[in-house]
């Protein structure tokens, strides 16, 4: 099935800072509706400020000279 709803949701640091962009895909037509936008932000949320904490680990201690894993 073809992609017919997406929504793209930026992950930033504390500092406001882009780290990256999360974006979820449907194949189903106007599945992510304007009327429950908090609904899905407050989603979207949890996902994105865990992915963002591990990026700016992972960042950390890559400018550090460690092995990640």
């Known amino acids: 099935d073809r992609i017919k709803s997406s929504v793209v949701l930026p992950i930033l640091s504390h500092k406001n800072e882009l780290l990256g962009t999360l974006v979820f895909h ?24 865990e992915i963002g904490k591990n990026k700016l680990l992972l960042d950390a201690m890559v400018s550090k000279g460690s092995e990640p894993f």
Not at 26 to 49: D, G, M
């Open 26 to 49: 449907c194949n189903a037509t106007n599945f992510f509706r304007e009327e429950q936008r908090s609904f899905w932000y407050e989603i979207l949320q949890l996902f994105a400020s």
